[in-house]
């Protein structure tokens, strides 16, 4: 039976967004499309995406023609700021003193005035960076919003889905204004999540208060793994939690079926896509690689690791291949189309996926892995990630701070998985059409009371924050 009801969908990401993140939403728009939904989606505009943002033009053919998709631009004060410093700054400098804040060699010195606009930019970005990048986003889709409903009138039920989280704070303004019932998705931790820079304490103190609101005044809240679903629940109390539901994270298994494997011949790859970034550091693997190799347990000519994507790490892979020996063994490659990106999935021999740092997030390459039939080697703390590794039954897990000789153990033991024909991954297990149509059940539910509730929520007492990550990067 079909549903005749009105969604408004707040993404920051969304097509041709690129990030991964993108895709859990696209998922659940086409499922509330499929089952007669009338959906509109609030959406950043590419206009003005952040330098270095992946676009995906491809995915846009993917959201149903009929849904109303509403690209807003952020305002962004600082970019200004920045092409002036940059600006005055090389105006009349040479290539020896661009770039420098003080001094260079010929003795020329940054304006007092320009240091002083420099420092007062970064802390305004300090200001503008609650609660994250997209900030400037914030009051353009409020806007818009505002007056989608004015025109249109109020949806049944309000979905927001994050990071970024600028987002959340978007669908907190506009469903007090509809006095609608709202789904707030956490695809991540939050403000307790570690590896955060909080050099400002005062930016730490406002994201703290406004998760607090959010939790307090969403009328649910979707997590993607138990063990974030069961922190927030710990932290905020039982009362919350009541509000809390578990919707796994997944992938479109049909994005697989259209290609075929294409193996380098005479070659093992063992292929990670993604970007390296924070914690997420693939240095143990290139260990347990020279060390194999320095043994004779892998053959140079044949073995290759393939590293697909974008390394914001401060650590220098090729540099660090050079010094280990295995710089002809290590294969560095730029992020490619995640058309070609799924394509590598499926044609190499097996697939390393590296998730340090945390017991209960798990990056959504990993269910693209799954999706892809390779098996996978996980360099992973014990915690979710390695759970779901076990549960498909395709892989082995090897924790980052293992001695080396484990991790090596670990890499042979992949090689000889992968000359054996493996079987699939449960569908549940990565397929995110299931969860999609659980999510749209969900707001089903929420559609019929179409009021919302209302209330804030204190943390319990004598919580303080845990560990946690975030999802995997764009």
Same mark, same amino acid.
């Given at each position: 039976m079909k549903v005749s009801a009105r969604a408004l969908v707040?993404?920051?990401?969304?097509?041709? $967004?690129?990030?991964? !993140?993108?895709m859990r939403t696209l998922r659940l728009v086409r499922q509330l499309h499929a089952e007669g939904w009338t959906v509109t989606v609030l959406t950043g505009s590419p206009r003005t995406y952040l330098p270095d943002t992946p676009v995906e033009a491809s995915l846009a053919r993917l959201v149903p023609p009929d849904v109303r998709v509403i690209a807003v631009r952020a305002f962004r004060p600082l970019s200004t700021i920045e092409r002036l410093i940059r600006g005055r700054t090389r105006k009349g400098s040479t290539s020896e003193d661009r770039g420098n804040a003080g001094s260079s060699a010929t003795g020329r010195r940054r304006p007092?005035?320009?240091?002083?606009?420099?420092?007062? *930019?970064?802390?305004?970005?300090?200001?503008?960076?609650? %609660?994250?990048?997209?900030?400037?986003?914030?009051?353009?889709?409020?806007?818009?919003?505002?007056?989608?409903?004015?025109?249109?009138?109020?949806?049944?039920? &309000?979905?927001?889905?994050?990071?970024?989280?600028?987002?959340?704070?978007?669908?907190?303004?506009? #469903?007090?204004?509809?006095?609608? %019932?709202?789904?707030?998705? /956490?695809?991540? @931790?939050?403000?307790?999540?570690?590896?955060?820079?909080?050099?400002?304490? /005062?930016?730490?103190?406002a994201v703290e208060r406004i998760e607090r609101r959010v939790v307090g005044r #969403?009328?649910?809240?979707? /997590?993607?793994?138990?063990?974030?679903?069961? +922190?927030?629940?710990?932290f905020y109390g039982s009362a919350a939690a009541r509000r809390f539901h578990l919707v796994p994270n997944g992938c479109d298994p049909t994005e697989f079926e259209t290609l075929?494997? *294409? @193996?380098?011949? !005479? *070659?093992?790859?063992?292929?990670?896509?993604?970007? /390296?970034?924070?914690?997420?550091? @693939?240095?143990p693997i290139l260990r347990g690689v020279a060390s194999a190799v320095s043994r004779g347990a892998l053959d140079p000519d044949t073995f290759r690791l393939r590293l697909l994507g974008t390394n914001s790490l401060a650590l220098?892979?090729?540099?660090?291949?050079?010094?280990?020996? &295995?710089?002809?063994?290590?294969? &560095?490659?730029?992020?490619?189309?995640?058309?070609?990106?799924?394509?590598?999935?499926?044609?190499?021999?097996?697939?390393?996926?590296?998730?340090?740092?945390?017991?209960?997030? &798990? @990056?959504?390459?990993?269910?693209?892995?799954?999706?892809?039939?390779?098996?996978?080697?996980?360099?992973?703390? +014990?915690? +979710?990630?390695?759970?779901?590794?076990? #549960?498909?039954?395709?892989?082995?897990?090897?924790?980052?701070? +293992?001695?080396?000789?484990?991790?090596?153990?670990?890499?042979?033991?992949?090689? #000889?998985?992968?000359? $054996?024909?493996?079987?699939?991954?449960?569908?549940?297990?990565?397929? !995110?059409?299931? $969860?999609?149509?659980?999510?749209e059940r969900l707001l089903v539910e929420f559609a019929r009371c179409r009021r919302r509730r209302s209330g804030v929520v204190q943390p319990v007492e004598g919580n303080r924050p845990v560990a946690a990550t975030e999802e995997s990067r764009r």
């Open positions: 707040i993404a920051y990401d969304f097509p041709p $967004h690129g990030a991964i !993140g993108t007092a005035w320009l240091t002083g606009l420099a420092r007062v *930019k970064d802390f305004i970005d300090g200001m503008l960076a609650i %609660p994250d990048n997209e900030s400037g986003w914030i009051a353009p889709a409020a806007l818009r919003g505002l007056m989608q409903m004015v025109a249109n009138g109020r949806p049944d039920v &309000i979905y927001s889905s994050a990071p970024p989280w600028s987002g959340q704070t978007v669908a907190w303004i506009l #469903a007090a204004l509809a006095g609608r %019932p709202w789904v707030a998705d /956490f695809r991540d @931790p939050w403000a307790r999540a570690p590896g955060r820079d909080w050099r400002l304490p /005062f930016r730490q103190r #969403a009328d649910g809240i979707l /997590f993607v793994t138990r063990a974030n679903l069961d +922190e927030f629940a710990a075929t494997p *294409k @193996p380098s011949p !005479g *070659k093992f790859v063992l292929l990670h896509a993604g970007t /390296f970034y924070g914690p997420r550091n @693939p240095l220098d892979l090729a540099a660090e291949s050079r010094r280990l020996g &295995i710089e002809h063994i290590v294969e &560095i490659m730029p992020r490619a189309s995640r058309a070609e990106t799924l394509q590598q999935m499926m044609s190499a021999s097996a697939l390393l996926l590296v998730q340090t740092n945390t017991t209960v997030s &798990i @990056p959504g390459k990993a269910y693209e892995y799954l999706a892809a039939r390779r098996p996978v080697l996980a360099l992973s703390e +014990e915690g +979710e990630t390695a759970e779901l590794v076990r #549960a498909s039954g395709l892989g082995v897990v090897v924790r980052p701070d +293992e001695p080396i000789a484990a991790i090596e153990a670990a890499l042979l033991e992949i090689v #000889a998985l992968a000359g $054996h024909p493996v079987s699939p991954a449960a569908p549940e297990l990565f397929d !995110g059409r299931v $969860h999609a149509a659980t999510t």
